[in-house]
């Protein structure tokens, strides 16, 4: 059994910084690329930041240049570093991976249960 499971949400006022972090775990073979999805209040799940096996990173341009994503391998985990949040950040915040659990021929998409992030003042 895979799971992903997220932490660090919390409520903050704009301009400020989080750090959300969403560790892996169980019987894992390969985790491939991982990365952070969002969904704000009544709107859609978008994606915020990826980063692949390898190191490389991309982001949204709502997000580029404010959030840091980093993976620490060792400890099959990533980080979200968020700074200078604005009131349009606010959603919940889902972890995605792409593992190949042990045991199994291909890779596939496993979610985090998500954490609340919000921003107000």
């Known amino acids: 059994q895979v799971q992903l499971v997220e932490s660090g949400g919390g409520l903050v006022q704009p301009g400020e910084s989080l750090r959300l972090s969403c560790a892996a775990s169980?019987?894992?073979?390969?985790?491939?690329?991982m990365g952070w999805y969002r969904q704000p209040p009544g709107k859609q799940r978008e994606w915020v930041a990826q980063?692949?096996?390898?190191?490389?990173?991309n982001y949204a341009d709502s997000t580029k240049g404010r959030f840091t994503i980093s993976r620490d391998n060792a400890k099959n985990t990533i980080y979200l570093q968020m700074n200078s949040l604005k009131l349009e950040d606010t959603a919940v915040y889902y972890c995605h991976a792409y593992i190949q659990a042990a045991g199994e021929f291909s890779a596939r998409d496993y979610w985090g249960q998500g954490t609340q992030v919000t921003v107000s003042s």
């Open positions: 980063v692949t096996l390898q190191g490389a990173t």
């Open positions: 169980g019987s894992i073979f390969r985790i491939y690329g």
